[in-house]
């Protein structure tokens, strides 16, 4: 069974940057659509970002467009999502995620299967 790690969270000042990673163990995740979402106290778990298998493919949510960007080394097993010119609405506790069935990236939560612990990114103003 694949367990998923997040690190890379913590406080930083609007404007700055974070980068985030997800490490993988217990199986490959090179054949599947990974992604990353978020969810802020109160508030229902969004999508953020999700690339394909082979990286050909990503998709982001307009609120993150422009300033994440996700990738993955897939010899290291690892996902990562670059935070650039961070917003104190960014502050969540982020999640990576993986599809098992390969499909293409998506925003759906159902449509993945295992979840990380999560890693809390806050941003000051």
């Known amino acids: 069974q694949v367990q998923l790690v997040e690190s890379g969270g913590g406080l930083v000042q609007a404007g700055g940057s974070l980068t985030l990673s997800c490490a993988a163990s217990?199986?490959?995740?090179?054949?599947?659509?990974m992604a990353w979402f978020r969810q802020a106290p109160g508030k229902e778990r969004d999508f953020v970002a999700a690339?394909?298998?082979?990286?050909?493919?990503?998709y982001y949510s307009d609120s993150v467009e422009g300033r994440f960007t996700i990738s993955r080394d897939n010899a290291e097993n690892t996902v990562y999502l670059i935070m650039n010119s961070l917003k104190p609405e960014d502050t969540s506790v982020y999640y990576c995620?993986?599809?098992?069935?390969?499909?293409?990236?998506?925003?759906?939560?159902?449509?993945?299967?295992?979840w990380g612990q999560g890693t809390q990114v806050t941003v000051s103003s």
């Open positions: 690339i394909s298998w082979a990286a050909d493919a990503t």
């Open positions: 217990g199986r490959t995740i090179s054949s599947y659509t």
């Open positions: 995620a993986i599809d098992f069935r390969a499909r293409r990236p998506s925003e759906y939560e159902s449509e993945y299967d295992i």
